[in-house]
């Protein structure tokens, strides 16, 4: 197995994670408040929370598909600011790096 494909398989591990985690928080913020004055503020709280961590999960699909598309179409690894290899130390460690060292 190559390490590009190392790279892919825990990329989709990453991405089937991240979207099921991402839809429990969104299930989780479709469920009704309380009643209770207390608690909705509580609620609220841990909502705004919840609203953060879901975007961060967006934020890293959307960077995990990008990836994903880009070792498709044979991009992948290729630094979008100078256009050289980036160095697989940096895809292992980051795998939806879009620059080199040097350009990041």
Do not use: F, W
């Not at 469920?31 to 705004?48: H, K, L, N, Y």
């Not at 961590?53 to 598309?69: D, F, Y």
């Not at 690894?77 to 895809?91: A, D, M, T």
């Amino acid at each position: 197995m190559t390490e590009i494909q190392k790279i892919k398989d825990s990329l989709l591990i990453r991405l089937t994670e991240l979207e099921k985690r991402a839809d429990d928080i969104e299930d989780d913020l479709k469920e009704p408040q309380e009643d209770d004055t207390a608690e909705r503020a509580t609620e609220s709280s841990g909502d705004e929370v919840s609203e953060g961590i879901g975007e961060m999960a967006e934020n890293e699909i959307n960077k995990i598909k990008s990836a994903l598309a880009k070792i498709a179409s044979g991009t992948y690894g290729i630094c979008v600011s100078c256009e050289e290899k980036i160095k697989i130390k940096r895809l292992d460690a980051l795998p939806h790096a879009t620059k080199c060292v040097n350009c990041a």
